[in-house]
């Protein structure tokens, strides 16, 4: 276990998760496992869920222009698969088995209830991506992987590896950089916001670009100014449109510049905080102290207003989160369930308030257990004793068994401990949001 | 009785008695096509030098074992006078099986990306868990202290079916079937690397595949530890899960193989399936085993083991063994052998038809009285982007037809939670982003597509379409 201790400065009275929901719904959850598990009618998730759809994700539709070759693909077959030789003689099966390439992507939308099937009541906010930085590595790391990993390395020093980084990411003045399934596509505030719009979401956050802690101070004021400038395009855009009550858009606040660009740009946002709903801080995890983190947070909630709500993009280890949720911040953008699933985590919050000062000091958290490990193979328990998750509840599926099926590599219990551990932050930030007096 | 395959000069075929014209025309048409037309199996006739052990007589099994089971039955609701399709009920200790039906596979007691619950839901009641593979990982200690199969993966009020790990031998040694067709039954090389470097268990015929009288010797794929199955041994092992259903050790030989081997193969698996079943006897345990019928598509050896095979108290028949090379051969091997079925006792006791079930085969096999299909192919299509419906099967890959086809659900009609839910652009989307809620998904709607299929087909029956 690790233990934390947290000084309360200001008692959130509700703490929100914000979900980074990949592909515009839950990871794992299919509609009926979401209607019995995660009812958006339910306290805890209408009080503290909220799920974040990534236009980059999303979005993005191919385009067939007849006039241009396009190229036909065959489908691969599997090589066990005897039934499909058969059918092929088909016809009709065969033309099915094409693949024809489009000739380019753009952006649209449907209502999101329409195109993902998301059950309605949940509440949603719609951001360009979670994290251009996170993006453009994941695509290096992806990239290097196909090319034999041995003959290159992203590790080099400070500078040269976020460099290389960033470079992936070449938004202009006018247009960011999304990095989609289907390659770099840009997107200019105006585009994204007639699109984020279609989506029918209770939120936006308005268009940014991202710059690291360690890019050259050009670099990262640059990307201060364009997400302020994209921010001022988006507000213009939902006025024109007219269709959007207040308190709809979030301000972007990237949090890489020096201390007086910073302070500009908070200044610049308190001035729209009557028609924003809240100021989001962008590419929060990549600073590297956990000193210099709370010291943003508290510069931020020194600007703003008490009843302007605060975001941060994003936390990315439990203590992230806790920190964050101690400095004051409402929703928190987070992949923690989803991370910890894929690594077969199944969080224990064991989150004991005790012993709170007037300070509120939080002790005794354990953060996950890891059901790889051989010695939950006999075990009969379910991973947690009185929680209400699709696994757990009335002692339905034991470690023992999550423990086999992970051994045996079936998805389904990814599903059991994505369900488990998404059940337990929402009973974490519960817990946070009560507090004890 | 005891049969021994003769010399060169003379060659035994059994007949059963001719009851019916049809069933002794479908003999003669069977060995027309078969004796004649062997093009897959070798002529050679068999040794004189074989001489194989005995088999257990019947006799040699105790009369109660022969007597009908309180816990396990099959109930005939309809005989259509079309054919020989039925309409029945399997009773097991836990639940009904509605035939014919449908058989999942949930190799590693799991269906792939579905809780039971939602197999349930889609209408799924027998489920196949293979017993090679649960004796990997976890093992059946561990079943066992977790109080059984059904409790350890939380199904406890539907039926469950294990096998041997027979077919694992099978596959080890030479791949799929498309494989073991296509390499006319060649052995294929194993991959697996012991942890020592050991190849002393890598023999000059080939991978780390031994079979011999007592047993089959494996290699585990998990961590390529040596792992002797015996007939005994799968049997303990089945008991320890509890499983309604369970399935004796037997050998499938290809479908390319000499007369001489195959013999001797069918011989082998009369025999551990004997010892298995003397096993099983040994402790019931309310489990109900059923035989596996051998004999490749030769007639002579089917009638054999047919005949052999339903002379002992086992509780069901499954048709296993090569079944050949495709649909049509299959269906003709059926069209001769499922006579045998009707004749006395063997009426009364259902037929499963193993590792076979896609919706062609279905349709043609359970005109011949096949009760219950087993096959991982509804639920490996799902992995594969392809969707079942009535109008044939979909690919969803296919952006073109699919990636704005928003609004429109995989098949109409279908009453599935993912074709209430969802349309085919979003799961087009889902399958492109290899997002695993697709593969749930999918698997939802082929299940429920496979068990509605069911559904129809045993109302045809009913009302004298089949």
Redesign the interface.
Known sequence: GILYSILYKKMVNNIKLLLHAE?G?????????LLTYFNPEDELVKDHLTIGIAVK??CV??L?NTETKVKVLK?KR??????EN??EK?P??KR?????K?SGYTFDA?PLH????LLSGYDTMVVPTFDLLDDARAAIEKDLTAKNKKQKTINGNAKGNNTKVSSIIISTKDKSSLMT?NGVQQISPTMYVEVGMKLRCNAMLSLFDQAHQDDGKRRRESATERTKEWLITCLSALKAKGEVKEKYLWGALSCVSSDEVLLDSINDLTHEEDLLKGIAVIGWHHIHSRDERIKLLKKVEEKVSSETHLCVLAATTLEQFLDAAASGVGTIGTSLPVVWTRSNKAMVSGLDIYNQSKEGRLLGVQECMDLLDDEY??D?SPMLPNCLC?ACKNG???K??I???I??N???A???VFGHNLNQMLVLCQLLSKGRT | TTTTTTTTTTTKIIIPPKNTRVISSKITKGLKLFSSNASSVNKQEVSSEYSPPSLDSPSSFPEWAYEARDFFRYELIYQSEKSLARVGRIHTPHGIIDTPGFVAVATNGALKGLDFRQADEAGQQLVFCNSYHLMLQPGPEVIQEAGGLHKYINRPNKPLITDSGGFQVFSLAYGSVKESLDSEGELKRANIKSRRGDKSFMTKDGPAVKVTEDGVYFRSYRDGRKIFLTPESTVEAQKSYGSDIIIPLDQLPPYHIDRQKLVESVDRSHRWEARSLRKHLEDVKQQAMYCVVHGGVDVELRTESVNYLTSLPFDGYAIGGSLGKNSEELLELLDWMMPMFEQGHRKDKPRHLLGIADEASIQGALVHGIDTFDSCYPTRLSRHGTLLTKEGKMHIASGKRHSKAYGLPIDEGCTCSTCSHYDRAYLWHLFKAREPLFIQLAAVHNVHYMNDLMARLRQDILDGKL
């Open positions: 592909d719904s839950f990871p794992y959850l299919s509609n009926h496992l994700d999303t539709v191919p067939y489908r599997s090589n066990n698969d005897d039934h058969e059918n088909d009709e099966v099915q088995n094409e693949i024809i489009p449907n329409e195109m993902t099937r399934p193979r006999n009969e699709l339905r599926h034991s023992a068994y423990h086999h099926l051994k045996a079936e998805l389904l990814q599903i059991l």
